[in-house]
């Protein structure tokens, strides 16, 4: 028993480590980090932390961010929830191969999609702005959420559909009023990963923005190769990023374990 | 559950179908359309055939990138799959530490790809990184930015950090979904703990492990931005993996034929793995 | 094979438990004869598990002691006692053969294979598996399935109990009656001690020399299915046990006998009442009959169930049910009952007056 847990416990001490790294550097200052090693800030500074607070091609980058994250996710959940009801209760034409066509999607590669989407968005004037990488990572979300939310909803027995038609119900009323109460925990789960993958992508959404929509994730690769070494500020801008994730854990931590249990991730 | 068969359902799937066909299918034409035609710029295009595919079987680069891809793969996967399923086994199956554990698990697979390779960036540096003084200190020599197999090494490390999370959910997931007569029936039949694992959990977690290996392998393929932020590909080309590849092809060059071409065979070969992986795996259950 | 005994056995799942209610098993002692076949019924929730359990080794006790042939076995390992369970959800191991799942637990005790082979051979011809046994277990029917766990008991020659939790809950109804048999032919054959968990009293009755009825974590009376019928030692018997179950009446004890609703009624243990407590008349609906005087009543209802009917009617305020045979006639309106003095009792706050508690 005992052995299991220091393995266990080794292993988030390893977890750890790179992120105690990560928010060591952040409070260092810049010649402290080029002085050499040390395990912990000897001058202990926010100086990064108050460049990025302070300057609005970071701060904008986070909104930026945020704001494509959340379009995308409420875009991918409104859009697949029909679907995935669709999915778990009704047989209609294709369906198999129209559930499979969507998956493989998530099987595609972003650098392959990167080209052409750069054109397709400039295409349609979507180009540099939040909506441009909303919708583009909505290709891999849409699949992720159906399936999610399908596992969740054949979970629901049909019963429940039937009673609520026989009570008078709508399907729109029905659906809201009663239906999505009922997976909410489902909801949860698909919008969690639905951030995660629109949160942490970095390819689509550096090469879909130029200027006005820079995302963090953008902002952040300049400061790495243009301004050489501000090593302080780039761990600084990493930990920020970390936050939003680990709120959002926080939040839906009792269901992930739900979420993976269905096998559908 | 018995469905109904309904063809107005179609209304309901419809908006699914029409973003995912936006956003899919029209990019995966402009590809094939490329892949099949040569420019001079000017957007004057001529058919060319399949000549694209004919160089991309021939590129040196290409078959080179494709080997490293699978050699990182094959070594992500032999490394992930056991420790993740090692660290499932040493959770608590109940009790307050749970939730602990299951929010620190799940920590690095939230954390942005390119935050991802910056931290191991700064985790790795030789002289003031936490990983590459210690490293050194053990004497032996270590610099990810010169040499291949420091590079390599720091790469690998940085998924298993990444990624082994991913497996431990999936697998932990599973564990816990074992009703517990099993493990007292095992206990009653007198197995020793290995015999639990192997008639026991193993069986009952094949699911799970199969979903796992699948996700592994196709995000291991298209592995990008952590190792591009890391390393840049380098030292010189050597951990210069499939997706490096394309990117520097599309972005760079103002061929865009063999790029498309690239794209075409990158994600078939995804598909085509995945799908031969799934069926082997699942043709047992159907019997 | 072992005598079973059990001394003052409590348990609580609580680290700290305060009070009585904090313990899911309540003080409890019990002896079990070697080779017996027992039932432990009582409602979900009355700890009945928990006693199985406890005697399994999957819990250890808060107090007390359970010994197998005097060998204290309290906090001894489920494979130190050398029992076998049957769960009631079948437990296989999927990617066995039946004939695999069968030897499972003799290769875990490194029994020789050819010892395997007979033993196996045996039991598989005994729970009729003979012609699956190298098939995929996974593929059996939940009845089939069932009978591999049992068998995995079965196979171990020196097993000291078997014990079954509600096996037959997950099996069809029209099998549960052959399993039911298969199960009380097979104690016949074996002479091993089984113990049975069940909610259900036919199971329970039809399996058992001897049923342990459990309420709330305690026992409330442990006797033969005929005893449990004609004397429950407690109104929860009554009421759990039969069906329908006991008429309970609230009555007054006078000079030895019951007085309800005015009339003074003949009871079998009538000396021993002490008239303290909530008292009530307790009477199984088998032991009413119509008479032409007596206890006042009125028909309400009568029902048929089958070689007898049930009829329901009200006497004093109170709701009576008798059985009468079919053919009988049932007068309508008013009518008279009398009650068998040898199977009426006195209870007194639930038990039955002059019972050893």
Same mark, same amino acid.
């Given at each position: 028993m005992r052995k299991r847990y220091i393995v266990l416990t080794a292993y988030i001490v390893f977890l750890l480590l790179p992120i105690y790294w990560l928010i060591n550097m952040s409070f260092k200052t810049t010649n402290e980090i080029l002085g050499g090693f040390s395990a912990y800030p000897r001058e202990f500074t926010l100086d990064s932390y108050r460049t990025i607070f302070t300057d609005p091609s970071w701060y904008g980058a986070y909104i930026n961010s945020i704001t494509y994250v959340l379009i995308n996710t409420v875009i991918s959940i409104v859009v697949a929830l029909p679907a995935a009801y669709a999915f778990s209760r009704y047989r209609f034409l294709g369906d198999k191969h129209l559930f499979f066509w969507l998956l493989s999607n998530r099987m595609a590669p972003p650098a392959v999609f990167v080209l052409p989407f750069v054109n397709l968005y400039s295409a349609v004037g979507l180009?540099?702005?939040?909506w441009a990488v909303a919708l583009a990572h909505t290709l891999f979300n849409i699949p992720l959420a159906v399936w999610i939310l399908e596992g969740f909803m054949s979970g629901v027995p049909k019963e429940l559909d039937e009673t609520a038609y026989v009570d008078g119900y709508s399907f729109p009323a029905f659906f809201i009023k009663i239906f999505l109460p009922t997976i909410s925990a489902g909801i949860g789960v698909a919008a969690f990963f639905c951030f995660m993958f629109s949160w942490v992508e970095m390819l689509l959404a550096k090469n879909l923005t130029s200027v006005s929509a820079k995302p963090i994730v953008a902002a952040m690769t300049k400061t790495a190769s243009t301004s050489g070494y501000e090593l302080g500020l780039l761990a600084a801008a990493g930990v920020l990023t970390l936050i939003p994730g680990a709120i959002v854990i926080y939040f839906v931590r009792n269901y992930i374990a739900k979420g993976f249990a269905l096998g559908r991730v | 559950m018995n469905k109904v068969v309904n063809n107005r359902a179609w209304w309901l799937v419809l908006p699914v179908f029409a973003m995912v066909l936006f956003n899919a299918l029209l990019p995966l034409m402009t590809v094939v359309n490329y892949s099949l035609q040569e420019t001079f710029g000017n957007n004057e295009f001529f058919w060319s055939g399949a000549i694209w595919f004919e160089q991309l079987l021939h590129d040196d680069q290409f078959h080179a990138s494709l080997l490293r891809q699978i050699i990182f793969t094959s070594i992500v996967l032999v490394i992930q799959i056991p420790l993740g399923l090692a660290i499932a086994l040493c959770m608590p199956r109940s009790g307050p530490w749970v939730s602990v554990c299951l929010v620190l698990l799940a920590l690095p697979l939230l954390v942005p790809w390119n935050v991802v390779g910056s931290m191991w960036n700064i985790m790795a540096l030789p002289d003031i990184g936490l990983l590459g003084k210690a490293i050194n200190s053990l004497g032996i020599p270590y610099n990810y930015t010169r040499q291949p197999i420091s590079a390599w090494f720091t790469v690998v490390l940085m998924d298993v950090w990444h990624w082994t999370s991913l497996v431990v959910l999936l697998c932990y997931a599973g564990l816990v979904a074992i009703p517990d007569a099993y493990y007292q029936a095992a206990k009653v039949d007198g197995a020793k703990p290995w015999a639990v694992f192997r008639y026991i959990q193993l069986p009952k977690l094949k699911h799970v492990l199969t979903i796992a290996i699948l996700l592994r392998f196709m995000d291991s393929f298209m592995i990008y931005t952590e190792v591009i932020v890391l390393t840049g590909g380098g030292p010189g080309s050597t951990t210069k993996f499939l997706s490096i590849d394309l990117v520097q092809k599309a972005l760079g060059g103002f061929d865009l034929g063999p790029a498309a071409a690239f794209s075409i065979v990158y994600f078939l070969i995804i598909l085509l793995v995945s799908w031969l992986f799934y069926t082997l795996m699942m043709r047992d259950e159907a019997k | 094979m072992a005598e079973i005994r059990i001394d003052k056995l409590r348990h609580s799942y609580m680290a700290n438990p305060q009070s009585e209610d904090d313990y899911a098993l309540k003080r409890l002692s019990l002896t079990w004869q070697d080779g017996g076949a027992y039932a432990l019924l009582g409602p979900s929730g009355c700890g009945k598990t928990t006693l199985l359990n406890l005697i399994s080794g999957l819990l250890t006790p808060t107090e007390g002691t359970i010994s197998f042939n005097g060998r204290d076995v309290s906090h001894a390992s489920p494979e130190e006692r050398n029992i076998a369970q049957v769960f009631q959800f079948p437990v296989i191991?999927?990617?066995?053969?039946v004939y695999d799942n069968l030897a499972f637990p003799l290769r875990n005790r490194g029994v020789p294979e050819d010892e395997i082979k007979t033993r196996v051979g045996e039991i598989a011809e005994m729970l009729e598996l003979t012609r699956t046994l190298n098939n995929r277990a996974s593929g059996l029917t939940a009845d089939g399935k069932q009978k591999i766990s049992l068998g995995r008991g079965l196979?171990?020659?020196?097993?000291n109990v078997i014990m079954f939790d509600e096996p037959l809950t997950v099996i069809d109804p029209h099998l549960k009656w052959q399993l039911r048999s298969k199960l009380k032919e097979l104690h016949l054959r074996t002479k091993r001690t089984m113990i049975y968990v069940t909610h259900d009293q036919t199971e329970a009755l039809t399996f058992a020399d001897q049923v342990v009825v459990m309420n709330q974590g305690e026992v409330v009376q442990s006797g033969t299915p005929i005893e449990l019928f004609e004397m429950p030692q407690h109104t929860f018997v009554g009421h759990f046990i039969g069906s329908p179950g006991m008429n309970v009446l609230p009555c007054e004890v006078r000079g030895g006998r019951a007085v309800f609703g005015g009339e003074a009624i003949s009871v079998g243990n009538g000396e021993k009442a002490? !008239?303290? !407590?909530?008292t009530e008349i307790g009477v199984r609906p088998e032991f009413i009959s119509l008479a032409n005087s007596g206890i006042a009543a009125e028909v309400i209802r009568v029902a048929d169930a089958g070689r007898f009917r049930i009829v329901e009617t009200r006497s004093h305020g109170h709701l009576v049910k008798l059985l009468v045979k079919e053919g009988e006639q049932v007068p309508t309106g008013q009518t008279f009952l009398a009650f068998d003095p040898e199977h009426t009792q006195i209870y007194e706050d639930g038990w039955m007056a002059g019972a050893r508690r």
């Amino acid at each position: 028993m005992r052995k299991r847990y220091i393995v266990l416990t080794a292993y988030i001490v390893f977890l750890l480590l790179p992120i105690y790294w990560l928010i060591n550097m952040s409070f260092k200052t810049t010649n402290e980090i080029l002085g050499g090693f040390s395990a912990y800030p000897r001058e202990f500074t926010l100086d990064s932390y108050r460049t990025i607070f302070t300057d609005p091609s970071w701060y904008g980058a986070y909104i930026n961010s945020i704001t494509y994250v959340l379009i995308n996710t409420v875009i991918s959940i409104v859009v697949a929830l029909p679907a995935a009801y669709a999915f778990s209760r009704y047989r209609f034409l294709g369906d198999k191969h129209l559930f499979f066509w969507l998956l493989s999607n998530r099987m595609a590669p972003p650098a392959v999609f990167v080209l052409p989407f750069v054109n397709l968005y400039s295409a349609v004037g979507l180009f540099d702005t939040p909506w441009a990488v909303a919708l583009a990572h909505t290709l891999f979300n849409i699949p992720l959420a159906v399936w999610i939310l399908e596992g969740f909803m054949s979970g629901v027995p049909k019963e429940l559909d039937e009673t609520a038609y026989v009570d008078g119900y709508s399907f729109p009323a029905f659906f809201i009023k009663i239906f999505l109460p009922t997976i909410s925990a489902g909801i949860g789960v698909a919008a969690f990963f639905c951030f995660m993958f629109s949160w942490v992508e970095m390819l689509l959404a550096k090469n879909l923005t130029s200027v006005s929509a820079k995302p963090i994730v953008a902002a952040m690769t300049k400061t790495a190769s243009t301004s050489g070494y501000e090593l302080g500020l780039l761990a600084a801008a990493g930990v920020l990023t970390l936050i939003p994730g680990a709120i959002v854990i926080y939040f839906v931590r009792n269901y992930i374990a739900k979420g993976f249990a269905l096998g559908r991730v | 559950m018995n469905k109904v068969v309904n063809n107005r359902a179609w209304w309901l799937v419809l908006p699914v179908f029409a973003m995912v066909l936006f956003n899919a299918l029209l990019p995966l034409m402009t590809v094939v359309n490329y892949s099949l035609q040569e420019t001079f710029g000017n957007n004057e295009f001529f058919w060319s055939g399949a000549i694209w595919f004919e160089q991309l079987l021939h590129d040196d680069q290409f078959h080179a990138s494709l080997l490293r891809q699978i050699i990182f793969t094959s070594i992500v996967l032999v490394i992930q799959i056991p420790l993740g399923l090692a660290i499932a086994l040493c959770m608590p199956r109940s009790g307050p530490w749970v939730s602990v554990c299951l929010v620190l698990l799940a920590l690095p697979l939230l954390v942005p790809w390119n935050v991802v390779g910056s931290m191991w960036n700064i985790m790795a540096l030789p002289d003031i990184g936490l990983l590459g003084k210690a490293i050194n200190s053990l004497g032996i020599p270590y610099n990810y930015t010169r040499q291949p197999i420091s590079a390599w090494f720091t790469v690998v490390l940085m998924d298993v950090w990444h990624w082994t999370s991913l497996v431990v959910l999936l697998c932990y997931a599973g564990l816990v979904a074992i009703p517990d007569a099993y493990y007292q029936a095992a206990k009653v039949d007198g197995a020793k703990p290995w015999a639990v694992f192997r008639y026991i959990q193993l069986p009952k977690l094949k699911h799970v492990l199969t979903i796992a290996i699948l996700l592994r392998f196709m995000d291991s393929f298209m592995i990008y931005t952590e190792v591009i932020v890391l390393t840049g590909g380098g030292p010189g080309s050597t951990t210069k993996f499939l997706s490096i590849d394309l990117v520097q092809k599309a972005l760079g060059g103002f061929d865009l034929g063999p790029a498309a071409a690239f794209s075409i065979v990158y994600f078939l070969i995804i598909l085509l793995v995945s799908w031969l992986f799934y069926t082997l795996m699942m043709r047992d259950e159907a019997k | 094979m072992a005598e079973i005994r059990i001394d003052k056995l409590r348990h609580s799942y609580m680290a700290n438990p305060q009070s009585e209610d904090d313990y899911a098993l309540k003080r409890l002692s019990l002896t079990w004869q070697d080779g017996g076949a027992y039932a432990l019924l009582g409602p979900s929730g009355c700890g009945k598990t928990t006693l199985l359990n406890l005697i399994s080794g999957l819990l250890t006790p808060t107090e007390g002691t359970i010994s197998f042939n005097g060998r204290d076995v309290s906090h001894a390992s489920p494979e130190e006692r050398n029992i076998a369970q049957v769960f009631q959800f079948p437990v296989i191991y999927d990617t066995m053969t039946v004939y695999d799942n069968l030897a499972f637990p003799l290769r875990n005790r490194g029994v020789p294979e050819d010892e395997i082979k007979t033993r196996v051979g045996e039991i598989a011809e005994m729970l009729e598996l003979t012609r699956t046994l190298n098939n995929r277990a996974s593929g059996l029917t939940a009845d089939g399935k069932q009978k591999i766990s049992l068998g995995r008991g079965l196979v171990r020659s020196d097993v000291n109990v078997i014990m079954f939790d509600e096996p037959l809950t997950v099996i069809d109804p029209h099998l549960k009656w052959q399993l039911r048999s298969k199960l009380k032919e097979l104690h016949l054959r074996t002479k091993r001690t089984m113990i049975y968990v069940t909610h259900d009293q036919t199971e329970a009755l039809t399996f058992a020399d001897q049923v342990v009825v459990m309420n709330q974590g305690e026992v409330v009376q442990s006797g033969t299915p005929i005893e449990l019928f004609e004397m429950p030692q407690h109104t929860f018997v009554g009421h759990f046990i039969g069906s329908p179950g006991m008429n309970v009446l609230p009555c007054e004890v006078r000079g030895g006998r019951a007085v309800f609703g005015g009339e003074a009624i003949s009871v079998g243990n009538g000396e021993k009442a002490t !008239g303290k !407590g909530r008292t009530e008349i307790g009477v199984r609906p088998e032991f009413i009959s119509l008479a032409n005087s007596g206890i006042a009543a009125e028909v309400i209802r009568v029902a048929d169930a089958g070689r007898f009917r049930i009829v329901e009617t009200r006497s004093h305020g109170h709701l009576v049910k008798l059985l009468v045979k079919e053919g009988e006639q049932v007068p309508t309106g008013q009518t008279f009952l009398a009650f068998d003095p040898e199977h009426t009792q006195i209870y007194e706050d639930g038990w039955m007056a002059g019972a050893r508690r």
